[in-house]
């Protein structure tokens, strides 16, 4: 059955909007655990527009369950990930001026910096997860490198579900499930994905974990966290049996 990670960046970026010290994401990771996470994420921006330096360290030291951390492939939110060993690493690319991440990491454009983080990354003890378009030629550039999971990103899919027209996506993403398995690597998938469109996405052979952070947190906005994130979890219980 798929794992579910909580991405918190949400509740920090509420608190960075104020620049004061509430809401904590500390508070967000322990009520998410009390719903049901698997484990939870979070996105150490190189910009720190939400997640901030003393966050990896507190949730380090106070979560529970294990702990996703997002990065780029940059030389100071590496130091920091090799210091805090979150149980995950996530690569993703990050440009300034975005919304939110944009688009997979340019596993095969991108080769020897992507293995050389990941390199770094390992060395220090961490899985290495890739956060990628369903695209086989970035499937098998993270293969190569030697990487333990692939994320895949399920934006266009989502997107494409608001409109009613997600099977073609859908379909793209099965078959980059399938070369992801036969490749031997762990599935993962992430981005965009709601209470209305995760199921199918749940439902893929051996999808091992889902990283869901605007969706529970909007949620949780109306009806609490963790009775967002038991909703959520219900879900991708129901999906995978
Ligand atoms: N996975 C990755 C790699 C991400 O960068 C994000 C967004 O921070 C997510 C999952 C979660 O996306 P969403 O907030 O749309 O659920």
Redesign the pocket.
Known sequence: MAKL?V?I??VATVREARKTNEPDPAWAATLAELGGADGI?L?LREDRRHIQDRDVRVLMETVAVPVNL?LACSADVLRIACEAHPHQA?L?PERREEV??EGGLDVAGCYDQVASACEQLRGAGIIVSL?IDPDPKQIEAAAKIGVEAV?L???VY?HASAKHAAAEPLKVLQDAGKLVRQLGLTL???????YRNVQPVAALPEMCE????????ARAIMVGLEQAVRDMKRLIVEASA
């Open positions: 990670g991405n960046d949400h994420t996105h997002e996530t993703v939110t991440t956060f994320e990103h399920t934006g989502a993962h998938a992430g981005h965009g994905l709601t889902l990283n869901i952070g605007h969706s529970i947190i």
